[in-house]
């Protein structure tokens, strides 16, 4: 899509608090005509048998162009909303939607909806740099459908 | 692999004072009320995280405390 600098909270390497990130603080990455892409993940980095892991508290993504929210990616199981699963919103639809229910939505997802819904890309090979990186959150993911599967909800 | 890592993203800390300088206007104009107050009120349960905006602003708490 195009560059980005991750801007993390303070301390954010500073185990059992919890932390967040973005691209860009809170700017997000501006693109060509008019595309609009956020993300903002929460974590926690916690004690494991390896040493320590980063476990995902939260996350939200948004896509929207010139304005218009195309897609609200959003898992957000504290506080009051009453909606503990991961789950999109897609604004944009005749009558708008409340939760639609998904899988774990990982961040290589949004970026790869965002290439899609954009056509744009930094690089050509994209498929298998996300792919790469898909396989490594794969590998140490404790949870993919639901994240009762972890115990988390 | 090596043309990956050279594209590796800048990783930019910020200070708390920087996330409350990023936090307090996008609050202001989202809810027209302080960041402290936002904070309290958050707190308190005032919020409900319904609806996009105010999501964006809880989640990025861990900027400011």
């Given amino acids: 899509m195009g560059s980005a600098n991750i801007t993390p909270s303070p301390g954010h390497l500073v185990p059992d608090r919890d932390n967040v990130w973005t691209i860009n603080g809170a700017n997000g990455l501006v693109l060509k005509d008019g595309y609009h892409f956020q993300a903002v993940m929460g974590y926690r980095i916690i004690a494991h048998e390896s040493g320590y892991r980063v476990t995902t508290l939260y996350y939200r993504y948004r896509i929207a162009c010139v304005g218009d929210e195309l897609a609200l990616i959003h898992w957000h199981p504290r506080g009051n909303s009453g909606y503990e699963l991961p789950h999109v919103h897609l604004p944009q639809l005749k009558n708008g939607t409340e939760h639609l229910p998904t899988g774990r939505l990982t961040f290589e997802d949004a970026v790869e909806w965002m290439i899609q819904m954009s056509h744009q890309s930094a690089r050509d090979d994209w498929p298998s740099v996300l792919g790469d990186s898909r396989a490594v959150h794969q590998e140490h993911r404790s949870w993919s459908t639901s994240p009762a599967e972890a115990g988390i909800v | ?65």
């Fill in chain 2, 1 to 65: 692999m090596s043309a990956r890592t050279e594209s590796m993203p800048v990783i930019e800390e910020m200070s708390f004072e920087q996330g409350r300088a990023m936090l307090a206007p996008l609050v202001q104009d989202r809810l027209g009320i302080t960041l402290d107050e936002f904070v309290s009120r958050y707190d308190d349960g005032d919020f409900r995280e319904d609806d996009d905006q105010t999501l964006g602003l809880v989640m990025m708490l861990p900027f400011v405390r």
